[in-house]
Structures are given as structure tokens and as C-alpha cells.
């Protein structure tokens, strides 16, 4: 196969490099890692190899994703979002005519797999998440994670290790012994960012957690992890098994697990390729995670007394005329008006939130007070009108919330993570006609 071309697809967010090759009726995004570099990697023999079996199986969309390889660099302290990651593989699928993928999520690229298939379930077809986690850190309900203490000091080895290859000895021990391949992939590592980007972006990484969108993937999904590495342990694959529905999980023996082309990379496409043997492609599904938000004019009636029918109607309508051309420019979708609020939905938690301050402050000169909550959850539409629980919970996230104040549930906080977004822990609520307890947050200026 003659090598690619890289390409480029201008996004809202930069530049994105992106390269297609192979043939075939199925068209398979793969998201590598996060170490990626789309000129440099045909230049190493097993990375080559790999991809060329892949491309075997159907046609294969490869991106660098900003911040790293030929895309466009990203400032020190300012790593794109997951949500921003999914607009660059949104904007480069659009690039190339693909409606339908089956994604392919390596490593740390199943968190960002694991949300597009949630988030755009319509243009997935099917998943596979190769030695996956949904997330690092442990926490109560996660014990399975790596103890704050030791995330601490194992990003004192990575900074120390980056660019030498010695990463190798905890992703690909088998490997880390071979000084040629060590040497080549150092190389590769550097080219991919520099030493800065890459110690911000694997801080950020560290603190990423997608465990809420596990049960709103319905492709058909195939899990696959090796059992004996320490660091991409087996029992995060377990984990996704046990939260997606579905779900197919073969445990492989062998501790090789990143850079994606090393081990016995053989039986991963073997898997891959009896996987999607017997996949069913549904033509329309009609679930899909999205954020929710709800408006709410505070104490609507006094005003509405005070101001007269002929006033009240004309603040309203500048009032709508704000939150529509603010969704318009945030990409929100308008399902329905309460009266004196709105019910919209959008495909990114962020952008919804910077969309709510936008409305916030544009009120402000109406002298109009909002209150307005957020929450990311699966919706089902049945002939164009939205249903589900995830629509009452983020009605009881905007009750909730205080006079002008944006609140969102512990779903949207996690999900923003490196966004930048500040936020003030309001503590535990008992949300009426809600099943158990519900962390809310307010958004902070």
C-alpha cells in the first residue's frame, strides 16, 4: 500500500492533520493514545505493519488530535477538552464523506471513543476498546484505581521518562529491553509534543472519568485487554464489561499494551475482525447522550404583574431572542419553550456551560435573573420529542439552583474536566422523583 497523504480539516479549534487509507464498504476511525505523529509513524516497521492489516478490514481514518503530531500545537496550561477532541474527529469524519464508523479506542483514546459512541451513538456502528479504563484515580466507588499517592509519583517517572522511551518498561515491557525499538520510539514520543504538553496533557488525562456514559453506548461493543500489565490493569476492562451493556470482554494473555503495535498484535485484529463479522449494523437508533439544560426566569409572575401585558410580552421576546441566538452560536438544539424558560440540548457538556454564562450575562441588560440547570444523560426521541429521566433531573438540578446561578450534577462536572470551568460543591440533594442521591454543583465566575 503507498503511504498516505496527510491532509488538513480547519476546525473552530485549529488545524486538525488527518490521513485516510484502505478500501472497503466499513469505514473504522481509530483513536489511538494520545501519542500520535501521522508523518513519522509509516516510518516505523511494526506501527506500519499494524495499519496495514487494519486497513485490510475496511477504509481507516487516522487524526492527530491538537496539541499533538502535525496538527496545530496548543498553548502550556490550555489542553483541549474531550468535548473539543470529539469536534475534531466530528469535523474530520464530515472532512471525508463518513456517516457511519466503527470506532476503535486504544488505551487512553477509549475515553474519548467511549463519549463519541455515547454522544453520537447515530453515526457509530459498533466499539472496540483496547486496554481501556473509564477512569484512573481511585475513589469510593472506584477501588480499582490507582491511589492518589501513586498517580503522584507516577507522574514524577513520566516527566523524568519522557522522550527517553523508558515508558516503555511500564506500557510494553517486553520491549523496553529492545535498544533499537527504544531508541525509535523515543523519537517518536518527541515528535509527537514536547515534554510541556505532554506532562499537562497526562495530568489531565490522570484526572479524566467517563464512567457515567458507560451505560448509554448501544453499539454492539467488544472489550479487549491484556491480563498482566500493572499500569493498563486488566480489571479496568472488567469494569467496562461489567457498565456496558452488551458488551463482549476477551482478556488476552501478555503485558504489552501501549505503544498499540507491540505484542501479539495478531489476535487483537484476529478478534477485531471476527467482532465485526457478526455485527448487525441497526439503521436508526433513536437514543443518544446529550446535556441538558433547563431556564428558568426567577419570580416571572411579580414581574410579569409589575410590568403589564404589553411590557412582559416584549421583555419575553428579547429574552428568547437571547437564548436562541446564543444556541445558534453554541450549537445548542431548542426542544421546547416552559412559558417563561427553555428546554435545549447540546452535544457537549462545555459548550452547553459557557452557553448558560453567555445567556447569564446577556440577561443582566434585560435586568432578568435566571435559574439554570444542567445535566448529561441519555435521551430517547420518539417522533421528534425528547423523553427520558435525564430531562427530570436536570428540571430538579435548575430548582435546585439559586437566584441567577448555574448549576449542574457531578455527570457534567466530570465530563468537563480540563475545561477550565471552576465550579462550588453544593453538596448532596434528595431530587424529588429522582432514584438515589445527586452531587450538584454550582458554576463559579
Known sequence: MSLPETQYVKTPGGYVAYQVFGEGNLDILFISSWVSNLDVMWEIPQLANYLNQLASLGRVICFDKRGSGVSDPVPLASIPTLEEWMDDA?????????????????????????????????????????????????????????????????????????????????????????????????????????????????????????????????????????????????????????????????????????????????????????????????????????????????????????LGDRQWVNKLEAHNSIIRRNLHQYRGSEVQTTGDGFLTTFDGPARAIHCAKRIREEMGNLHLQLRIGLHTGELEFKKGIARGIALHLASRVMSAAGNNEIWVSRTVKDLVIGSGIEFSDQGVHELKGIPESWQLYAVVD
Open 90 to 306: 466530528r469535523e474530520v469524519l464530515d472532512a471525508v464523506s463518513s456517516q457511519n464508523v466503527m470506532l476503535i479506542g486504544d488505551c487512553e483514546g477509549g475515553f474519548m471513543a467511549a463519549l463519541f459512541a455515547a454522544t453520537y451513538s447515530r453515526r457509530v456502528s459498533a466499539l472496540v476498546l483496547i486496554n481501556a479504563t473509564p477512569r484512573w484515580i481511585r475513589d469510593e466507588d472506584y477501588p480499582i484505581g490507582y491511589p492518589k499517592t501513586a498517580a503522584a509519583k507516577l507522574m514524577k517517572q513520566f516527566e523524568q521518562y519522557w522522550g527517553t522511551g523508558l515508558l516503555l518498561l511500564m506500557t510494553a515491557p517486553s520491549m523496553a529491553t529492545d535498544a533499537e525499538f527504544r531508541k525509535t520510539f523515543a523519537k517518536y514520543e518527541r515528535l509527537s509534543m514536547s515534554p510541556g504538553v505532554a506532562v499537562d496533557l497526562y495530568k489531565w488525562i490522570m484526572a479524566l472519568d467517563v464512567r457515567s456514559v458507560l451505560p448509554s453506548i448501544r453499539c454492539p461493543v467488544l472489550i479487549l485487554h491484556r491480563k498482566s500489565n500493572d499500569h493498563y490493569r486488566v480489571q479496568y476492562g472488567r469494569y467496562l464489561h461489567e457498565h456496558i451493556t452488551g458488551s463482549k470482554l476477551i482478556e488476552l494473555d501478555g503485558a504489552d499494551c501501549h505503544p498499540f503495535f507491540v505484542g501479539d498484535t495478531g489476535e487483537i485484529l484476529e478478534e477485531v475482525q471476527k467482532f465485526l463479522a457478526g455485527v448487525e449494523v441497526e439503521e436508526h437508533l433513536n437514543r443518544e447522550l446529550a446535556t441538558i439544560m433547563f431556564t428558568d426566569i426567577v419570580e416571572s409572575t411579580r414581574q410579569a404583574a409589575e
